[in-house]
């Protein structure tokens, strides 16, 4: 890897230490690293080659059924195939499991990767595995600075931010499993909203003053607080201050209460009925309206978690119910972008942790099994109508283009004009690739 | 899982690749300088002595090229050079040998690739013509012998000098000297890899010249040469000397005052000023029980005139049973177990066995007895969880070192490790000791894991090295252990850890501590005591561990004598000598309150509890016993993440969402607007709006208010009139929101 020579050129360890000096208790390191970070990836030519702008990453956290969505088997046995029969999709040849009417009605515009693996058959290790891209840390000595690998959106958010204050990764309705910034600070953590905005009295959490509040009140607040405020701040850098963090914060907080911007993208009912009916009035489906407004006012990352994918027992009565409306709203958000004009610059992804068991167990379910699952793409200039790689014939094994984890987030940050080689530190000093195999899924990349 | 144990080596290739990566990046090629001087004349050269430390010198072994697990494009090299055998073998004969050509030793593989004349990722290591060029041809051209015959071996490796005191921006030598065991010495200064540990105070180059930063200082630089290891101490005095016996005119409260002066009067730094009652009031609250004192418990404090009074709070404080979750929420976090791993009763055992040692005051050496030596059932004793945790001997030899020696032994499980003397054999000698820990019952079933397991003490069960396949007898460190054949070893291994000539068992607790409390280890990392990152006031660890020693290893004599020295006393304001101070606590330094404690300070201030599923009404927020209760607040202001193994990573800074948080949440709203609340309570009681506003600070701020302050806020009330509880609501709104309520000053 010639990568990690040009990488680390005059930087050592302590240069590291150096940038942040100070930050190591107090939290200016990340503010510092961000700071060369955001220099560097100005000048990053691949920055400029950047195919979107925005991700918006699906999880369906318990890990969904290859079979059931993506991969079907038909000439498998029974027991294996199960009780789906497969569909024909927009695109020829290209056959998607009998519940995904819609998803396959826009197939073109897909990319299904069929052949991802790895070795983390629990839920914790596959999610820490998918969503950082870096293998499960050993069970070592908790202690001191233990650090583990930044999440997909932790690190979009501090490579590419957000305009008007908006904080740049939001988590709906809650941070996905191992979904963190870690080493990166808290400045890179997602922005949780936990209520559901299918409610007619939905508001994106604490970005607004209180209701009950009067605008007049919140204006007398700001203008006591100033006035009782007399904590000495020690401007000096070396001091390393941390009440600078708070006030920097506090005036970000500030921008994003009185942006009409800001509150526009949080504003969910400024849409119209239309469109609202037409992503499902569920929760599901107003979290991913949300996440479109969020992408469209500049916010590069949006994580919404759908939880209960882990179908250990009935996994066809269960996914009967929950597949129709989950794919519609999919199918939605993706015309949508496409209608918008934003969907050429908008990744979506849509996965779990890891597929499921080929045979159908006992109680009519299926357990986990990462040695196969399907990954859906699309918008951010992936070329659609196409499948990248197989699993055998009984749905076993990826056995064609194998990929791994590594793979797929490198795809996700190429993507977003983010080199996936690059060197991070962590606060120790000690230099942590991005990603350990950074090379993407070439047919994604158009 | 077969493929766990190449996992694991893999990572502990990863992490020791990322760290010779910077050992190695900065060093730049320079061929010239040789150790073995007479290569082009035709001496013997020796792979040892003379091949392995070109390698090296250029980086060809380090984490981030050859010497990485599966090497770099199907050639590997051991990590730094620290396998010889390996090291030839993968030279002279993997690839069919094709990388040396003995018939035309220049057109060898090896050659045309460090120097670039076959395309190469590393780039030119190594000039055509230079002496370590002649040095490898000369090598080949003699057959690439593996040894010479009476070869000598590398014995030590010194540095002429290691004590360094420089003015800004000036410069010294480095000098390196390795003697051999026929007596024979040679200068390897430009073979020799070097690192400062602060590059902003002095950076070091590849020739071994330091070079001082502007800025006063001190720091530690490590010389590396074949696996020899040596520290230079380098310090950069303040040039403005401070005024003739500044120091000896300060009053000292105990031993660290006189430790820490010492040292800020070596460097020419004159410590803040003392901090005020309330200031120490506030500090003592948050860091000793991790709440805020009451308007009531402050306004005591600061109006009592006994000289003794700072004593008689401390002593007061550790009784509290504050005390017990605060500190019992710290361990946890470096004990709790990932629960979806190892289920959540196990965990919930764990944890009350935690709080329980803290509410018993137990020793710390009757802590780390009873946990090490943990016997039964995970659902009786809550202890015994760490091996369920930590199933084999060198996953649980990692966890105690690291915590209770502070010795980090991770690297030494794969290979030798890069800074330090342990070796794999240390380390699985050491592991040994946890060879015969027997389990029964129901093991790890994730996500669940809900089964009961028994730990026991087991007839058999034996640590091998992992390469040589010898069974390892249980040994420590250094020194020697009795142990019988029919003992737990794990006994043997506890007596030899709290013994006094033990000096790692103390050394990390009292730094931990220290570190809790002073906001920087004296070592840092905390649990990282090695040569190469050597204390910032190697007299002041020795003295605090003595004492703690002395004391039988009583954590509360420990709290309470750092908290009354002078030094923890100090403002964090800074003077024009010691703004840059970050290592010798001449001033307080600040930082933002940990999430449980300033979620337990909101509610001091509120008058309100938050609730938490799982425990009982009114609970605090370090009583929250696995981070998979739900709170929002707590993710906001920084937790570990439940899903990590182990989870214990915290965020310590600041983020806009905490600032909307405080701002906007509905809950914390809620909550200053609740009728049960304190705005309500003062609103609807007989005080005057003096009185409401000097309870508000001593509450919130724990201070009284300045005249300024009074007036101002008491207009507020005033002009409120009946609408007072409005006012006073947005009074809490705007200190809850100040920097003052949020940094701990």
Not at chain 1, 393 to 419: C, M
Not at chain 2, 10 to 25: E, G, P, Q
Not at chain 2, 677 to 699: C, F, K, N, P, Q
Request: hydrophobic share 35%.
């Amino acid at each position: 890897m010639a990568k990690s020579w040009t990488n680390c050129e005059g930087l050592t360890r302590r240069d590291g230490l150096k940038l942040g000096l100070g930050g190591l208790i107090a939290g200016g390191l990340s503010g510092a690293l961000s700071a060369r970070a955001r220099a560097s990836s100005a000048a990053d030519p691949k920055h400029r080659t950047a195919q979107a702008d925005a991700c918006i990453l699906v999880w369906q956290d318990g890990g969904p059924s290859h079979y059931e969505t993506f991969d079907p088997k038909p000439d498998a046995p029974v027991e294996i195939r199960g009780a789906y029969q497969p569909i024909a999709t927009q695109t020829p040849g290209v056959q998607f499991a009998q519940p995904m009417k819609k998803l396959a009605a826009i197939s073109n515009d897909l990319a299904i990767v069929r052949s991802i693996r790895h070795d983390q058959g629990n839920h914790g290790a596959g999610n820490h595995y998918m969503m950082t891209g870096a293998p499960p840390r050993i069970p070592v000595g908790c202690g001191a600075f233990v650090s583990f690998h930044p999440s997909l959106g932790s690190v979009v958010a501090k490579e590419i931010g957000a305009p008007h204050g908006i904080p740049a990764y939001f988590s709906l309705p809650r941070m996905s499993r191992s979904g963190g910034p870690n080493f990166l600070g808290s400045k890179y953590a997602p922005f949780v909203v936990p209520d559901s905005p299918n409610s007619s009295s939905f508001r994106v959490r604490d970005v607004t003053i209180p209701s009950g509040l009067t605008g007049d009140r919140f204006t007398s607040r700001q203008q006591i607080r100033k006035h009782i405020d007399t904590m000495l701040r020690f401007n000096d850098a070396s001091v390393a201050d941390p009440t600078l963090a708070v006030d920097e914060f506090y005036g970000q907080g500030m921008q994003i209460i009185s942006s009409k911007e800001a509150q526009a993208a949080f504003d969910i009912h400024q849409e119209s009925d239309e469109v609202r009916d037409a992503y499902g009035r569920n929760t599901f489906g107003q979290q991913a309206l949300l996440a479109r407004r969020l992408v469209g006012a500049g916010v590069p990352f949006v994580t919404l978690y759908h939880g209960g994918w882990d179908h250990h027992t009935n996994i066809f009565k269960s996914l009967d119910d929950k597949l129709p409306p989950f794919e519609a709203t999919i199918a939605a958000l993706i015309s949508d972008l496409k209608q918008q004009g934003m969907l050429e610059r908008t990744l979506v992804v849509v996965l779990g942790e890891f597929g499921r068991t080929p045979k159908i167990n006992k109680d009519g379910g299926r357990d986990h099994w990462s040695n196969a699952m399907s990954v859906m793409f699309a918008g951010g200039q992936t070329p659609g109508g196409q499948v990248v790689g197989a699993t055998d014939r009984q749905g076993y094994a990826a056995i064609e283009r194998v990929l791994s984890p590594e793979n797929f987030v490198s795809t996700i940050y190429q993507k977003l004009g983010i080199d996936p080689g690059q060197m991070m530190y962590t606060p120790e000093g000690r230099p942590t690739h991005l990603v350990s195999d950074a090379t993407p899924i070439d047919e994604l990349m158009g | 899982m077969p493929d766990r144990l190449d996992t694991r080596l893999s990572h502990c290739r990863v992490v020791m690749s990322a760290l010779m990566l910077v050992a190695f990046c900065s060093v730049v090629s320079h061929g010239e300088d040789l150790p073995h001087q007479n290569a082009a004349a035709g001496d013997a050269i020796s792979f040892e002595l003379d091949v392995q430390p070109i390698l090296a010198a250029q980086g060809c072994n380090a984490g981030a090229c050859h010497g990485k697990q599966r090497g770099q494009n199907g050639f590997q090299l051991s990590l730094l050079g620290f396998d010889s055998d390996f090291d030839h073998d993968a030279i002279a004969r993997q690839a069919r040998g094709r990388r040396l050509s003995i018939a035309s030793p220049e057109s060898s593989l090896l050659l045309q690739k460090a120097t670039a004349e076959l395309p190469h990722g590393g780039g030119r290591k190594i000039e055509v013509g230079s002496d370590a060029y002649h040095t490898l041809l000369a090598w080949i051209r003699q057959g690439a012998p593996r040894r010479l015959a009476d070869e000598p071996v590398l014995e030590s490796v010194e540095l002429k000098q290691t004590e360094f005191a420089l003015t800004p921006s000036g410069t010294a030598e480095l000098s390196t000297v390795a003697t051999y065991s026929d007596a024979t010495t040679r200068d390897v200064t430009k073979m020799t890899s070097y690192l400062s540990n602060d590059a902003a105070i002095v950076q070091v180059d590849s020739t071994g010249r330091l070079k001082a930063g502007p800025v006063p200082g001190e720091t530690a630089v490590m010389a590396r040469y074949m696996n020899h290891i040596r520290v230079a101490n380098v310090s950069i005095p303040r040039t403005e000397a401070l005024p003739d016996g500044f120091y000896d005119d300060l009053p000292r409260a105990n031993f660290i005052d006189d430790l820490v002066y010492e040292k800020l009067s070596q460097l020419q730094i004159r410590v803040s000023e003392p901090a005020s009652d309330a200031i120490f009031l506030r500090r003592v609250y948050t860091d000793v029980i991790g709440r805020l004192p009451s308007a009531q418990e402050a306004q005591l404090f600061l109006d009592s005139q006994d000289s003794n009074k700072r004593e008689q709070l401390v002593d007061h404080l550790l009784e509290q049973p504050e005390y017990v979750d605060h500190w019992a929420n710290q361990w946890a976090d470096l004990l709790r177990p990932n629960p979806y791993r190892v289920g959540i009763k196990a965990v919930l055992n764990y944890d009350n066995w935690i709080r329980q040692q803290f509410r018993e005051n137990v020793s710390h050496d009757e802590f780390a007895r009873r946990l090490i030596t943990a016997k039964g059932s995970t659902w009786h004793n809550g202890a015994a969880t760490l091996f369920r945790d930590r199933r084999s001997p060198d996953e649980v030899a990692t966890l105690v070192s690291q915590l209770f020696l502070g010795v980090r032994l991770d690297c030494a499980k794969c290979h030798h490790h890069p800074f330090e003397k342990w070796s794999q054999h240390d380390f699985y000698s050491f592991a040994a000791f946890f060879g015969k820990v027997g389990r029964k019952g129901t093991g790890l079933s994730p996500p669940i894991s809900g089964g009961e397991e028994i730990v026991y003490v087991s007839t058999k069960g034996d640590v091998r090295h992992p390469v040589t396949e010898e069974v390892l007898p249980p040994a420590p460190l250094f020194g020697t252990i009795d142990l019988a054949e029919d003992d737990d070893p794990r006994e043997a291994l506890v007596d030899w850890m709290v013994s006094a000539d033990n000096p790692y068992f103390a050394a990390v607790q009292v730094n931990r501590v220290w570190a809790q409390l002073m906001g920087r280890g004296i070592v840092d990392p905390v649990d990282d005591l090695r040569s190469t990152n050597p204390p910032s006031n190697p007299a002041l660890l020795d003295a605090l561990a003595e004492h703690f020693q002395q004391s039988g290893y009583d954590q509360k004599q420990l709290i309470k004598t750092i908290v009354l020295s002078n030094v923890y006393a100090t403002r964090s304001t800074p003077n024009e000598s010691n703004a840059g101070d970050r290592l010798n606590y001449s001033r307080h330094y600040r930082h933002r309150l940990r999430a449980e404690v300033l979620a337990e300070a909101v509610a001091n201030a509120t008058e309100t509890s938050e609730s938490f599923s799982a425990l009982a009404p009114q609970s605090r927020s370090n009583q929250v016993w696995t981070h998979r209760i739900e709170s929002v607040f707590l993710d906001t202001f920084g937790r570990p993440d439940p899903n990590q193994d182990p989870p214990c990573e915290r965020i310590a800074d600041s983020s806009v969402t905490q600032t909307l948080h405080l701002m906007n949440s509905r809950e914390i709203d809620g909550r200053i607007r609740s009728d049960s609340g304190r705005a309500a309570r003062l609103a609807g009681s007989e005080l005057s709006a003096a009185e409401i506003v000097t309870e508000l600070y001593l509450a919130i701020f724990s201070r009284r208010p300045t005249a300024d302050e009074q007036r101002y806020c008491e207009s507020l009330i005033t002009a409120a009139g009946e609408q007072r509880r409005g006012a006073i609501e947005d009074l809490m709104w705007a200190m809850m929101n100040a920097p003052e309520f949020i940094i701990q000053n």
